[in-house]
Structure formats: C-alpha cells, structure tokens
C-alpha cells in the first residue's frame, strides 16, 4: 500500500480515538500497536517495548519534572498573588494599568512554571475579580488571563520547548534562549491593546451615565516593598536562562538549580517548611510529570510507526517537490498547527507532527529552531480558539458566572495578535534566531 495512504489510515484511526475522549496515551499507543499489527512485520511488535523505552530513555527529559518542580512551587505559594501586586502597584496610573499588571505577571510566572493552565489559573483567580471590580468588562477580564496564559508555554523555561527540542533533536539551550524576544514582543502586543480597550470602555460607560471607579493609590514605599519580595524569583529565573546563554550549564543543571533556588525562596519568603506542604507540592509534581512523560513515551512510539512505515519521509518528499512558493506551504502548516492546538493539548501536538513536519520545513530551507517558536506561537493560539482551547474552560472554572461566549468574544482579538506576532515572526525570523546565534557553547 501507498505510504501516504497507509498514513491516513493510521492518522484517522488515532483522530478516532481522540476524539472519543480516550486519553492521549493510550489513544497514540493503541493506535501504534494496530499499525503494527496490520501493517508491519509481526516481529516487530516484540520491539514494541525498546521503542517505548527509548522514548523516555533521554537525559534531557530530566528537566521536564524538575521545572515542573519550580512551577509547582511558585504555584501553590503566595508568589503569584506578589507577582501580580506588584505589577498592579506599579502601572496603575497607566489607563488599563491593571490589565497590563495581570499581562506582566502572566509573563513572569510563565517564567517560574512553563504552563499555561497554571499560569491562567494562578494569575486569573486574583486578577479577574479585581479586573471587574475595577469595571473591566467581563469580556476584557477573561480575554486578558486566558491571553496572558498562554505565554507560559513560550517564555523560557518551556515544557513545550524541551518537548520539541528532544523531537527534533535541536538544542534546548537554543529554543529556550530563542524564545526570549517572540515572548516579550506578543506580551508587549497585549499590553498596547488593554489600554486602548480600557479607554474605549470607559468613554461607553462615561456616555451612558454610569460611574467609573477610581483607581488605587500607591506610595513608592508600597511600591518597593512589594518588588523586594518578588525580586529573588526574577533573579533566578535571569540566572537559568544566563546560564544557559553562557554555556555555564544544560537545561537539566539549570533545571536543578531553578528548583532549589526556588525551593529555598519559599522557604525563606513564604514560611513553607511544613512536610505537608512539600508533599504536597511533590504529588503534584510527579503526578503532572508521570503524565508528560506517557505521552511522551507513547507519542515516540506513534512517530516510530510513522518513520518505519515510511509516511512522514514520502510526505516530506512529496511537499518539497511542489512547485509552490514555500511560504505558501508554511501557511498551510500553520493552519494545520491551529487546527491541532484547538483539540489537542501542545505537547501531544508537537509529539505527533514534529516528526513530519521537521523534514519539511528543513527540506523547505527552514531555520528548526525559528520554526519552533512558530509552532509554539501557534499552540498558544489554539488554547484559547474553540472548540477544546483549553485556557477558556480554565478560566470559565474561574469566573463561572461569566458565560464561555463572553470569554471567547474577549479572547478574540488576543488570537488575531498572536497571529500577528507569528506574521512579525516570517518576516523578521532574526527576532526568534538572533540570540541564539550569539549563545557561548
């Protein structure tokens, strides 16, 4: 049988048990083993086991838990609720100053734990009752946290990164140093739209005779309090990435130093030195971490079977041998990561495709490392783009007073920013490859 043919029935077997609800893991792993059966030899299914095995057998996979770690950490202490007051504290004389606040800490706890969910969860339990307090529009609240949640799966450390770097075998250090300045410019795109959002709102409730509540006011004492009691978390998140830009360390020993440093700053800061605490901190950790890695396991199983079944390399010859402009073809595979981010959680769709799309865009003269951080920037908008964005439902958990259409309408322009921020991106790659190209190996 073809193999283009054999991978759509492959492909359309595992979409079936997707979307049935299945877990990832046994759908990729179930979908794997009847590929095997049928079209395999028998004796490879013996080898079923190695292949699984040496899915999970990488040394880089350790920094996967141990930022997991940190995340956890910052997570389940009152470092996000400081993170977020000091911001809201310094910009809230800026019109949509606390919208701007919630974006900033977004940023820096996306920092601390590499995820979305938790980043949204975290940021958006203290800054959505404060944003409609403040008279935000329920629309602009929502839009704002599930933006800013995204950028946990960009701004370095990124669980997602490690994900694609290990997939593709590109350097971690690079992805995560390449992810710096595509991460501040999407952040500085949200922030320019809150305040004239914010403005917009105003005038409307100005002209229809409703009142506008004042805003706080804060001392500069108020002010530097906040910030010294936040500032050892951003000075360790400057030393993981500085250590990783300077050679000084891989992302594993920058993992294990993050996690400790972490560890001590709650200790120091947050009083968390009860054994029930860190136990809990460590459940979670290993039972997140457990799950990343069985898809991990299972999604290098399924790319296994597509490479041995010879479907990701006909592909890639297939669509290099077009005679279309590659750009066009870039736009189709963006639309296919869209697509993919809507119903699949990013590190299973950067499990799944990276294994056919990375001979494609390497084939197409395509930077890996620029590519990753578009694929990213596109995983990020179809957390938040329906049917399945999963940062909506988390922060609908939040305010279940507010109907999910009023946070799909406020996430709406945050999705057509993003899709800018990846058209800045094709056009400027330098802003993705820049720092990586001057990293000390």
Known sequence: MDPLWTGAIVSLIALVFLFSGMPITFALGISSLLAMLFFMDPYQISMLAETVYEGINDFGLLSIPLFIFMGMIAALTKAGADLYECFHRWLYKLPGGLGVGNIGACAIFAALTGSSPACAAAIGTMGIPEMRSRGYSDGLATGIITAGGTLGILIPPSVTMIVYGLATETSIGKLFIAGIIPGILVAALFSAWIPVCNILDTRKKITAGIS??????????????????????????????GSLYTGWATPSEAAGVGA??????????????????????????????????MIIATSFLFGAVLTNLYIAQTLAQNIVAMEVNRWIIMFLINILLLAAGCFLPPVAVILILSPILHPIITGLGFDPIWFGVVM??????????????????????????????????????????????ILILCFFPGLATWLPAKMIM
């Open 376 to 421: 990213t920037l596109n995983l990020e908008a179809g957390l938040i783009t329906p049917p399945v964005g999963l940062n909506l439902y988390i922060v609908k958990g939040i305010a279940p007073d507010i109907p999910l259409s009023t946070v799909l309408r406020g996430s709406i322009p945050f999705i057509l920013l993003l899709f800018v921020g």
């Open 212 to 241: 506008v509540p004042k805003a706080d006011v804060y001392t500069f004492s108020e002010k530097l309090a906040i910030t010294v009691k936040i500032f050892p978390f951003i000075v360790i998140v400057a030393m993981v990435l």
């Open 260 to 293: 400790f440093l972490v560890l001590l700053a709650a200790v120091g800061l947050y009083k968390m030195y009860r054994p029930k605490d860190i136990l809990n901190i460590l459940m979670r950790t290993t039972r997140e971490s457990t799950m990343i890695m």
